[in-house]
């Protein structure tokens, strides 16, 4: 790959013309492209994805009654009048009608007469679909003698008031009342009893507010078009209460809050990405003092978002504008590629060693931080997967741009060579005199962050994630006065594969609420599918009508009729009309025959579409009462809850487990990635170990003040692991340059990373500037995230590489690898536990057997220490032993054995050699609280007591027996094998 790099490079060198055409059209062709593509604007998009969740989205999707405007108009001053009220709805709806009717559907200000009188007709015409049997006990007492003529006589009276021409067909068609039972279900579809009907308006109680309802025709992610109706709305407002102070008008729902986020997230995502290009051109002009360079760095950048964007626009149509908001954070880590290539190639002087220098762990780097990133689309949330595959593709593109394209706008080696390092390239190179108190610090830190790690949390609002205006804050207090503080309507939706079995699921769940609200759980519900019945109900309820009007109960009421009515003065034929209706034969309806009902009482309610079917319930509870209610109804597995605080808490759970998955998966995918490139273990570690440790450092710090974690902030999981592993690879790939070649890259690529570390803190900083909540979540995370990873990544990583290599190389010695621990692990661990027993074996042997003799107990004592010490040199089988001159090797008599002392290893060959070894020992030695016990109970002379007539003696004793004397005149290690002085 680097033969291909350098050969790319003299090809374009020498066709300069070629170059910069090719150049100029890729980045032409790319704008053109990019700008095509549909900016999503929907922050309900962060939500995740899921066979739920599904649900709730095409319930949204296929209805508006979440997306419906509510406009509250109130008496501001006490002059003012319920006609002023009506004047004001009349203009507003009037206003919108006129100026706005494409971008609305309906504008539901007043009830007419006519909806009522169709509505009557529906019950009248189907009038069993509307009878329960509770109704039927109460027909029981209405179809008495005594009721049918106290209901005539009444009936009377009314036909004799004014009133009477309007009445005469209602009581022709029902004399006893049974019509006014079914019309009761009708009152039952009113969610909230506070309000009523003035003049056909819908007015509170006090008749201090009128309230309309307005449904868009867009959905409300559509905020380009809403934006129109929402303006027009506040714009109207203010030109009529210009001209009055008796009345104000608010206007609040979904849509006007997708409105006022979208405006917002342009606003901000101009602002941020304006201040961090211009900051981030001064603070490279400020450290490279060229003008042009600043320029030359950004263009990868530009090239890397062209090319995300176009792929994106290509293959997708769309994208979050959340995720490109949130780009400024892959604008750091891209510009980071020209700084490392900039700063090497201002080190080097050459652009051919540049590339081969920086082939490797620009790639490795890219790589890694692409698959942080990629680990995104894993989650189940649009707006990350938006930005996982956005910060993926750019780094990709910054990172070819970089190796290809870059070299040719750099200015000539003799523009930037062995120019003299400032003050800041000298305190960024130099090295830390304190470095290993600087460890022992950041040690006992990640041990105190740890602990807080588990004070981390999730932020479970989401609606904090929204931006809203404090005139959307007033309007959004004023609306949800209108059910009160302590309670709150919620929606429930009965899903089916028809909607049959929807409007069956939904009389299911009706028979839940109402059990809830006999017990005080709900306060009221209203539910379309109480009315709107499924064929099976219809058909039961219409057996049941003819089941109870038997021939028998037929033929006596219409008689009772007949004979009260005519002492009445009513006509015979009067009550025809009733005995049609008795004599009827009903059948069930289709969806067809509800129509006015869902038109009367929100057609959105019901969904018939071909992605989903559902009947939407709406029910005012407790706030403190809802888990008892949802935790009854989640047991349906067709019912879906709307209720947004709940649904966020679901969401949450689901993003919390996405989360550990981003982690793991991104923490595999560094860890393997560096593995294969490196080879080797210990490397792939020293490199992983920061951005561990770093992360726990985020976790603590967030944990300790109290920042928590949301579905937008999350990303900094894998921008720090994104971030971390790139500046890790480069300083390995530092220090290995030292390591092999003893070549100083290390200086090159930790001023690259500084820089790069401070592009990106302009970067994120800037979106401290942003009013959108959703993009200055991640301002705070991410800015600790950086200075984290930068200051653990500049000490921990080198600091264990000079320790277990660099150094080791240096002393002559091979570096300490995995291998080596795990083996010294094992040998020291066998040599533990092996002198445990020793001791105690030699204890039984020397101090507790009465038999043989204690010289040939001792004997026996030696010779197991002869075999434990050879145990101990054969454990590593790693390693090859060879024997020299064992042969010429005689204990049949005693000796002095003399020699020097260069490792433990010289005890241990020497012991095994024959059972009959004595060694002379330091003080330290003998009174060991692993071993010397051992060395005790073998004999063992302590130097420290001396060399007097005594200890000469005991030493003879032991030669008499036939023991060899070992002694290391040295009386301690010579590491470098450079004989030391002899003690007396």
């Known amino acids: 790959m680097t033969k291909l790099l350098i050969g790319l490079y003299h090809f374009f060198q020498k066709r300069k013309v070629l170059f910069y055409i090719v ?142 021409l309007v009445m005469k067909k209602l009581i022709a068609d029902d004399p006893i009342g049974i019509n006014t039972i079914a019309l009761g279900k009708l009152n039952d579809l009113q969610i909230n009893n506070d309000f009523d009907l003035y003049d056909g308006y819908i007015f509170t109680k006090d008749h201090r507010s009128v309230l309309l309802f307005v449904t868009p025709s867009n959905p409300s992610n559509e905020t380009a078009k809403n934006s129109v109706l929402v303006n027009g709305i506040g714009d109207f407002f203010r030109k009529y209460e210009a001209g009055t102070k008796l009345v104000k008008a608010y206007c609040y729902g979904g849509t006007a809050v997708a409105v006022g986020n979208a405006k917002q997230m342009k606003q901000d995502t101009i602002v941020t990405l304006t201040i961090t290009l211009v900051s981030l051109l001064l603070f490279l002009w400020f450290f490279f003092r060229r003008k042009r360079i600043p320029f030359i760095m950004m263009l990868p950048v530009v090239f890397g978002a062209l090319f995300a964007i176009v792929i994106i626009g290509l293959f997708k149509g769309s994208i979050s504008n959340i995720a490109l908001a949130a780009g400024s954070i892959v604008l750091g880590i891209a510009i980071n590629y020209s700084l490392h290539f900039f700063g090497h190639y201002k080190h080097c002087g050459s652009i051919e060693e540049t590339i081969s220098d920086l082939v490797m762990p620009l790639t490795l780097g890219s790589f890694t931080t692409v698959g942080s990133f990629l680990s995104l689309l894993f989650v189940k949330s649009q707006i990350l997967n938006d930005f996982g595959l956005f910060a993926g593709l750019s780094l990709m593109g910054a990172a070819a741009f970089t190796l290809v394209f870059l070299p040719h706008f750099l200015p000539k080696a003799k523009d930037s060579h062995h120019d003299e390092p400032g003050w800041l390239d000298k305190l960024i190179t130099s090295d830390f005199k304190y470095q290993g108190a600087l460890v022992v610090v950041i040690i006992a830190l990640t041990i105190f962050f740890g602990y807080h790690v588990r004070d981390v949390s999730f932020m479970s609002d989401m609606m904090s994630l929204s931006y809203q205006t404090d005139e959307l804050k007033a309007a959004e207090k004023q609306i949800n006065a209108l059910q009160g503080d302590s309670s709150k309507t919620v929606f429930i ?129 407790n706030r403190k009462d809802r888990a008892k209610l949802y935790a009854e109804i989640e047991k349906d597995p067709s019912v879906v809850i709307l209720d947004k605080e709940t649904v966020t808490h679901k969401f949450i759970e689901i993003i919390y487990s996405d989360f550990n998955d981003i982690l793991l998966y991104t923490s595999l995918l560094v860890f393997f990635a560096l593995l294969l490139s490196y080879g080797r273990i210990e490397l792939t570690i020293i490199t992983f170990l920061p951005m561990f440790i770093t992360w726990i450092w985020i976790l603590g710090i967030m944990g300790l003040c109290g920042i928590q974690f949301n579905i937008i902030n999350i990303i900094i999981s894998t921008f720090i692991f994104g971030l971390g592993d790139d500046f890790a690879i480069f300083i390995t790939d530092g220090l290995t340059d030292k390591f092999k070649r003893g070549k100083d890259t290390l200086s090159s690529h930790k001023v690259s990373i500084f820089l790069g570390a401070a592009t990106t803190i302009i970067g994120l900083g800037a979106l401290i500037f942003a009013k959108h909540p959703a993009l200055r979540s991640i301002a705070l995370v991410s800015i600790i995230g950086i200075v984290c990873v930068l200051v653990i990544g500049q000490t921990i990583q080198p600091f264990i590489y000079n320790y277990y290599i660099q150094r080791r190389k240096e002393q002559g010695l091979p570096p300490y690898t995995i291998f080596y621990f795990i083996i010294t692990f094992i040998e020291y661990t066998y040599f533990f536990v092996a002198s445990i027993i020793m001791t105690v074996i030699g204890f039984i042997l020397i101090k507790a057997l009465p038999f043989p003799n204690i010289k040939t107990r001792k004997y026996w004592f030696h010779w197991l220490i002869c075999q434990y010490m050879k145990s101990l040199v054969y454990i590593p089988v790693h390693v090859k032993k060879v024997h020299i001159g064992k042969e010429q090797m005689d204990f049949s008599k005693p000796a002095i054995i003399i020699a020097n002392h260069t490792s433990f290893l010289d005890i241990l060959v020497t012991v095994m050699q024959h059972p009959k070894i004595i060694l002379l020992t330091n003080e330290w030695t003998y009174h060991s609280p692993i071993f010397g016990k051992v060395i005790q109970l073998a004999d063992y002379y302590p130097t420290a007591d001396g060399t007097d007539e005594s200890a000469i003696q005991r030493l003879k004793d032991k030669v008499a027996d036939g023991y060899s004397i070992v002694v290391f005149p040295e009386g301690t290690r010579s590491i470098d094998g450079v004989m030391k002085r002899f003690h007396k």
């Open 23 to 164: 150049s100029a059209l890729l980045f032409g062709v790319l704008t053109a492209l990019a700008l095509r593509i549909h900016i999503e604007e929907d922050i309900s998009h962060a939500m995740p994805n899921g066979k739920q969740v599904e649900k709730i989205t095409k319930i949204f999707q296929h209805s508006s009654f979440a997306d419906k405007l509510v406009i509250r108009i109130n008496a501001a001053d006490s002059n003012a009048t319920p006609e002023n009220l009506i004047a004001y709805a009349a203009a507003t709806d009037s206003a919108l009608q006129a100026g706005y009717g494409k971008y609305i559907t309906s504008v539901k200000s007043k009830i007419d007469d006519d909806v009522a009188i169709s509505l009557y007709n529906n019950v009248h015409e189907n009038l069993p679909l509307y009878l329960t049997d509770a109704d039927y006990l109460r027909i029981d007492t209405m179809i008495t003698h005594e009721h049918v003529r106290d209901k005539l006589e009444s009936d009377y009276k009314v036909l004799s008031s004014a009133t009477g």
């Open 493 to 621: 939706a009965s899903t089916g594969n028809s909607i049959d079995e929807a409007l069956a699921n939904s009389e299911k769940l009706s028979n839940i609420l109402s059990e809830s609200k006999r017990k005080g759980i709900i306060k009221r519900y209203s539910s379309l599918g109480d009315v709107i019945l499924s064929q099976e109900k219809q058909q039961e309820r219409i057996a049941k009508w003819n089941s109870y009007w038997t021939a028998e109960k037929k033929q006596q009421l219409l008689s009772e009729l007949k004979t009260e009515g005519a002492a009445h003065k009513f006509r015979p034929q009067a009550f025809d009309h009733f005995a049609n209706t008795l004599n009827k034969e009903y059948a069930p309806i289709g969806m067809e025959g509800f129509e006015d009902l869902k038109n009367a009482f929100g057609s959105d309610l019901i969904i018939d579409s071909k992605e989903m079917k559902a009947v939407i319930s709406s029910v005012n509870i």
